[in-house]
């Protein structure tokens, strides 16, 4: 055996990982081996792994994600910070989150006092645009009662409305004035859209809700709409959202009618198997300096090694994407590329808080 190769017990002690973690981190292709005796089995490292192997512990103490480590042990430092930063961040929405809950669990062992309201105040117009940018991406699995509606997000610096299918995501925040302790309810669809139809009627007037308990009362022109949320727990959206893990590799300027038009002449779908049968895909790249372009069929039967655009290649649902346009508005859109297994986000140029995501398809 080589002088210079460690055993796995010696780069266990010198690291501060278990043995066990190390067998899970070469089987995760994270820190394999140098050499594996093909007769005992037995495993070898180089000196130069003990770096990385320390990087490793330190970040697994701090709870980071096993993709996410894989990603720093063969990134330069400044990428390695960045995702640094995002998990911090990802850390702190957590911990937000957490004391929102702790508050929710401290209220329901007070039975003998009322439940706290939550009031607030905004336009018909900004609701019915929230309702807008996030309506078409309503779960309707019945597998999936939980997805059968939109949440709203409610802190002291307004209200944010997110719906997803689990294939899709979309998330709008509408300005509110707000009273009360921060809260989260998920409205029925079918009492979203009453509450949307009569936010038309107040578009340059006011929307008063009231959240107590699992009730929400709507006020709107001089009607009431009472609404029961349902019993279910809506998915932590936080980690999808854009920049969750260190912002995206590219934002790119698109014209949303050139868009539209390119994905319903059907020129650049593309059919793959996926969930055990065919499906219709749109692959999305660059043709040049942050310009967004289709790629044919033809195209992908090419291979792409050493492409500096092929890490950004990302398909997607190409009648998901259309959704996502026409929610969105606008002739000018801002798509986010960072690799073809991230989310793909698209964003309208004047509102930065109003999103969509869609979930990439393997090509």
């Not at 899970?24 to 005992?40: E, Q």
């Not at 508050?103 to 609701?127: E, H, W, Y």
């Not at 949320?229 to 912002?247: C, E, M, N």
């Not at 492409?307 to 801002?334: F, I, K, Q, S, T």
């Amino acid at each position: 055996m080589d002088s210079d190769l460690r055993s796995i017990g010696e780069l266990a002690r010198a690291s501060g990982l278990t043995v066990s973690a190390l067998r899970f981190y070469a089987a995760a292709g994270v820190l394999v081996p140098a050499r594996v005796d093909p007769v005992t089995g037995y495993r070898w490292y180089a000196d130069d792994q003990v770096a990385p192997a320390r990087l490793v512990a330190g970040l697994r103490r701090i709870g980071l994600p096993v993709a996410e480590i894989a990603r720093a042990v063969r990134a330069e430092p400044p990428v390695v910070r960045r995702l640094l930063d995002a998990h911090l961040g990802r850390l702190a929405d957590g911990l937000a989150e957490a004391r929102r809950e702790v508050a929710r669990i401290r209220r329901l062992l007070a039975d003998d006092q009322p439940p706290p309201a939550t009031r607030l105040v905004l336009t018909g117009c900004a609701l019915s645009a929230a309702v807008d940018a996030v309506r078409f991406a309503v779960g309707t699995d019945p597998a999936l009662p939980g997805l059968a509606g939109v949440l709203l997000d409610v802190t002291d610096e307004g209200i944010r409305l997110v719906a997803t299918d689990r294939h899709r995501l979309a998330v709008a925040t509408a300005g509110a004035t707000v009273h009360g302790p921060a809260v989260r309810a998920l409205l029925p669809v079918a009492a979203v859209d009453r509450l949307r139809r009569l936010s038309d009627e107040a578009v340059t007037g006011e929307v008063r809700l009231t959240l107590v308990g699992r009730q929400v009362v709507a006020d709107v022109a001089g009607r009431r709409l009472r609404v029961t949320t349902l019993p279910y727990d809506f998915p932590d959206y936080h980690a999808l959202l854009p920049g969750a893990t260190g912002g995206p590799a590219r934002r790119v300027p698109v014209d949303a009618p050139w868009l539209v038009a390119a994905l319903r002449s059907g020129a650049s779908t593309v059919t793959r198997e996926h969930a055990g049968g065919p499906l219709p895909v749109t692959v999305l790249g660059l043709g040049g300096r942050d310009a967004l372009r289709l790629l044919d069929p033809d195209e992908l039967t090419d291979d792409p090694a050493g492409r500096a655009d092929a890490e950004l290649r990302v398909g997607v649902n190409g009648g998901y994407l259309l959704d996502a346009l026409h929610a969105a508005g606008g002739p000018r859109l801002v798509l986010e590329l960072d690799g073809p297994v991230t989310p793909l986000a698209i964003r309208r140029a004047d509102d930065p808080a109003a999103f969509s995501i869609l979930m990439p398809i393997r090509l």
